[in-house]
């Protein structure tokens, strides 16, 4: 017999010898992890799971599957749950960076800063905020977490926006001189007509894909000025006079 071997049979053992030395995959998972995921340092790692989520739940809402999730991210459920333990913690943590981490703690400086007319404050706050908060992704994971009934949605809302609303008013009363009522559900009920109208405009513009027509900065305009013009007559209606 041929002392090298019947053909074919050195490269079959050489394959074997390879296979087995190998603990990972090309693009250096190991053999069989999903998509043959990359090891990446836990931060990193860490940080694109949230990046995928934020966008997995906003198109599917927050009843979307771990499963489907770690698919996306190219990793095992189980992995997943090393970053994450509960699906609790996950949704969290997409709270604080996509929700509450959307919105600018300067906004809060600048529409208190009396050297400039109101009216000029509430244009750049809302044109702002309309450009880096209410965005799609933003949107649909608000309502999302409204529907699911999860504490999102009221947390944002107690933890920022009854904030905004009250200083809205305080700094137009400021500047008109008028005297506002002390109940402060009246006063953010009276700030809503204008920030529930710029919110709405977004929801149109974003999920219903209407109100396209105009530009942001135009109908920013047109709502604030409604909203100053019939100021004096909305706290006087509210407090009876």
């Known amino acids: ?12 053992a050489k394959l074997k010898m390879s296979e087995g030395s190998s603990k990972t995959n090309a693009t250096g998972g190991k053999p069989g992890s ?11 790692r860490r940080a694109q799971i949230l990046d995928v989520a934020s966008e997995f739940f906003a198109e599917n809402g927050l009843a979307g599957q771990t499963r489907q999730l770690a698919e996306k991210c190219g990793i ?21 960076q996509e ?24 244009d750049a706050f809302y044109r702002d905020y309309l450009r880096s908060t209410l965005t799609r992704k933003w949107l649909r994971l608000f309502l999302y977490a409204s529907l699911a009934e999860a504490k999102m949605a009221p947390d944002y809302i107690s933890a920022i926006v009854m904030q905004l609303l009250e200083t809205v008013m305080r700094e137009v009363a400021h500047e008109r001189g008028v005297d506002l009522p002390e109940d ?14 710029i919110s709405h405009y977004a929801i149109r513009r974003h999920i219903y894909q209407s109100s396209l027509s105009l530009s942001e900065d135009q109908v920013v305009s047109m709502h604030v000025r409604v909203f100053l013009a019939g100021f004096e007559d909305m706290v006087k209606m509210c407090v009876g006079r």
Do not use: C
């Open 1 to 12: 017999m041929n002392k090298k071997g019947r053909p074919g049979e050195n490269v079959r």
């Open 34 to 44: 999903p998509q043959g995921a990359v090891r990446m340092p836990f931060n990193e």
């Open 76 to 96: 095992s459920q189980r992995l997943l749950y090393r970053f994450f333990p509960t699906k609790e913690d996950l949704l969290k943590e997409v709270y604080d």
């Open 99 to 122: 929700i509450l981490g959307a919105f600018k703690a300067v906004w809060f400086v600048e529409l208190q800063d009396r050297t400039r007319p109101v009216s000029e404050r509430l």
């Open 184 to 197: 402060p559900a009246l006063l953010r009920e009276m700030a809503w007509t204008l920030h529930g109208a």
